[in-house]
C-alpha cells in the first residue's frame, strides 16, 4: 500500500491569555496524516517537495506612548477642544478654550505659572517674548524682562486672539512644551464640559513610532526564541519585525516582547498613524517563526532509523539503507538531503514487521 504526504509547513498557533486579559496557554494544533495510520502491512512513501517549519501565533498590542509636555494653568470649564488627536502643532496655535478664553501653545521648558505683566522678570518671560516674535509682534531683544515693548507687543497679539487687550497674559493662556512644531494630544482632563482647576496634564507629546508587544505569560518564556523573526499581519498585508527584547514584570506574571522592524525601525512603518490608533491600544496577528521555514525532501520523521554509529538513513523498497542528513524537523515531518524527490521508501508497519 502507498501513502502519499504532500508538501506541508506546519503551523501551531497558540493563543496566549493570562488574568489580566491576554491570550496565554490554549494550544491549537494541526497535525498531518499519518501515513502509517490504518496500515496492518508494509507501508511505501514517495518522497516528495515540500516545507517544514513552526511559527507560534500571539496577539501583539500596538500603543502609542504618549509624553506628557504641558500643564493646564487656567480655572473654569472647558468650552472647546480646537486639535485633533495627533495634529501637528505649533507655536501660537489654540489648543482648547476655558471659560471662552484661547489656551495658546508656545515653546518652553519653564510652565505657566504666574501672570505676565510690566516689570515682570524671568525666563517665563523670555519664552512668552520668543513666541511674540515668532508671531511677528515683537520686535526688541529677547531680554526676560517684561518692558513697554512687550506690553505693546502683548496687546496687539491679544487683539488677534480676540480678547480684551490688557496687556496681561494670564498664567492660564499658555501651556509651554519643550519643543514646536510638534505632533500633540490633549489629555483626558481636557473634555468638553469638564471643570479645570488648574495643575492639570493636558497636553501630550505624540511619539515617532508606537511601541508594538507582544503580551505572555511568564511561563511561555522557554517558548519564544529572542532571535525569532516575527510576522504582523495588518488589514493591508504583513509587517517584517523583529523581538528587540523582553521586559518581565514578575508581580503580574507578564512577559512582553518588545517588537522592532526587520531593519530596526519602527514596525509600521511610515504608515504607523493610519493603522494605529492614537488613544487606545490596537491589536494585531503577530506570528513568530520558532522553527524557520525549510525546503526539501521531506519524509515522515518515522521513515528515519539510525545505525550503529548513529548516523541516520532511510529504507528503500528494495531493503537498501540510504544515509540522508535531517534539514529541519517539525512535527513528525523531516526535511531531509541525501534523497530526491521520487524516491519510494519502506515504512514500518503498525504491525511491527
Not at 498557533?13 to 496557554?25: D, F, K, M, P, R
Not at 508671531?135 to 526688541?140: K, M, V
Not at 519643550?178 to 481636557?190: M, S, T
Not at 504582523?232 to 506574571?253: K, L, M, Q
Amino acid at each position: 500500500m502507498r501513502r502519499f504526504v504532500s508538501a506541508l509547513v506546519v503551523t501551531v498557533l497558540v493563543a496566549a491569555a493570562a488574568a489580566a486579559g491576554w491570550w496565554a496557554g490554549r494550544v491549537a494544533l494541526e497535525p498531518p496524516a499519518d501515513p502509517l495510520a490504518e496500515a496492518s502491512g508494509p507501508v511505501t512513501y514517495i518522497v516528495e517537495e515540500g516545507s517544514v517549519g513552526r511559527s507560534l501565533t500571539f496577539t501583539a498590542v500596538a500603543t502609542w506612548e504618549l509624553v506628557p509636555v504641558g500643564r493646564n494653568a487656567a480655572a473654569g470649564v472647558v468650552t472647546s477642544v480646537e486639535i485633533q488627536p495627533g495634529e501637528l502643532v505649533d507655536a501660537g496655535d489654540v489648543v482648547y478654550t476655558v471659560d471662552l478664553r484661547p489656551v495658546v501653545v508656545a515653546e518652553g521648558s519653564v510652565p505657566s505659572f504666574r501672570p505676565l505683566a510690566r516689570k515682570t522678570e524671568g525666563p517665563d518671560v523670555a519664552q512668552l517674548q520668543t513666541l511674540l516674535t515668532e508671531l511677528g509682534f515683537y520686535h526688541d531683544d529677547i531680554d526676560g524682562s517684561f518692558g513697554r515693548s512687550t506690553r505693546t507687543a502683548v496687546k496687539a497679539w491679544q487683539k488677534a486672539l480676540g480678547v480684551a487687550d490688557t496687556g496681561v497674559v494670564e498664567a492660564g493662556d499658555l501651556v509651554f512644551v519643550p519643543e514646536l512644531p510638534a505632533r500633540l494630544v490633549v489629555g483626558d482632563p481636557v473634555q468638553l464640559g469638564a471643570r479645570l482647576g488648574g495643575g492639570e496634564e493636558t497636553v501630550f507629546l505624540v511619539p515617532d513610532d508606537p511601541l508594538f508587544r507582544i503580551p505572555l505569560a511568564v511561563e511561555q518564556r522557554a517558548l519564544v526564541p529572542l532571535s525569532a523573526d516575527v510576522y504582523v499581519t495588518y488589514p493591508d498585508g504583513v509587517w517584517n519585525a523583529r523581538i528587540e527584547r523582553a521586559t518581565e514584570s514578575p508581580e503580574f506574571g507578564q512577559l512582553d516582547l518588545i517588537l522592532a522592524g526587520a531593519d530596526g525601525g519602527p514596525v509600521c512603518g511610515d504608515v504607523c498613524a493610519e493603522w494605529v490608533d492614537l488613544q487606545k491600544p490596537t491589536d494585531f496577528r503577530a506570528d513568530i517563526v520558532v522553527i524557520p521555514e525549510q525546503t526539501g525532501p521531506v519524509v515522515p520523521v518515522a521513515a528515519i532509523s539510525t545505525d550503529p554509529g548513529n548516523r541516520a538513513f532511510v529504507t528503500l523498497t528494495d531493503g537498501s539503507m540510504i544515509p540522508v542528513d535531517v534539514v529541519e524537523s517539525a512535527n513528525g515531518l523531516a526535511v531531509v538531503d541525501g534523497i530526491e524527490a521520487g524516491t519510494e521508501l519502506l515504512l514500518p508497519s503498525t504491525d511491527g514487521s
